[in-house]
């Protein structure tokens, strides 16, 4: 999921972007991935969730190379 507001402050503060999971918090036991971005005034903002099957590097590809 991510809003349009996102990826405009994305585009416009591409430099550093954190990438995190939460592991086996919910009831499904899934991860949630959540990808913050940084503006040149230290805000943060969100870019994007995903929901992720595993946690193997191939599951987070699609998700990385999306906001790519």
């Known amino acids: 999921m991510t809003h349009p507001d996102s990826i405009k402050l994305v585009n416009s503060f591409p430099t550093l972007l954190i990438c995190d999971t939460i592991y086996k918090r919910n009831k ?26 595993s946690n ?13």
């Open 28 to 53: 499904y036991r899934i991860l949630l991935l959540k990808i913050v971005g940084i503006t040149s005034t230290n805000m943060t903002f969100s870019v994007t969730f995903a929901n992720l099957s």
């Open 56 to 68: 193997r590097t191939n599951d987070f590809e699609w998700p990385l190379s999306e906001v790519k």
